[in-house]
């Protein structure tokens, strides 16, 4: 069970701190559960509530990444990509499915598979599609805002060495807190 006042990754919310743990009564049918409250770094505001006895949605819930296991799971992952789809529209769904769901495994091959298709573009004289270059904002903020709770990264652009396997575990301190 995950504590109050303890830190995790949940959806495309982000990163959330475990503000509280307690029963909720929801509904008409006013019987209580058990919820994991979560409240949004980037947006104190929100509130998030997770019924604690849902499997699907608390395994939505990831512990964050120290900066070792980011910098393996980027290498791990450097040469990864998704089938590039010609339908703009088409790649815009599996764009929206992946941010929806916030699985950083996912979000970083998204990074990278439009990355190199925006190099490609750009060697050939032409400009990245604008739902290309949203979907990766989009991605790339989600990644910067989970990775740097855990180290000294600075900026969103920061990570995209990190995505190419540019930072091996040697350098890891430059990511350190």
């Not at 509130?47 to 910098?71: D, G």
Request: with cysteine.
């Amino acid at each position: 069970m995950l504590k109050k006042g303890g830190y995790v990754v949940y959806r495309s919310e982000g990163v959330c701190i475990i503000s509280d743990v307690r029963e909720e009564s929801f509904g008409a049918i006013g019987q209580k559960e058990e919820y994991y409250i979560l409240t949004p770094v980037s947006d104190p505001r929100s509130t998030v509530y997770v019924p604690a006895k849902n499997e699907k949605l608390c395994a939505c819930m990831r512990k964050l990444l120290c900066a070792s296991e980011i910098i393996e799971l980027c290498n791990s992952l450097k040469n990864e990509r998704i089938e590039w789809l010609s339908d703009s529209r088409g790649r815009n769904n599996i764009y929206r499915d992946i941010i929806s769901a916030g699985d950083r495994r996912d979000l970083i091959i998204l990074i990278n598979t439009i990355l190199e298709k925006s190099d490609d573009n750009r060697e050939h004289g032409r400009k990245i599609v604008i739902t290309d270059e949203n979907a990766l904002k989009r991605a790339k903020k989600m990644l910067f805002d989970e990775f740097s709770a855990s180290t000294d990264i600075s900026s969103e652009e920061d990570i995209i060495p990190l995505l190419k396997g540019e930072i091996s575990l040697s350098d890891k301190k430059m990511l350190l807190h």
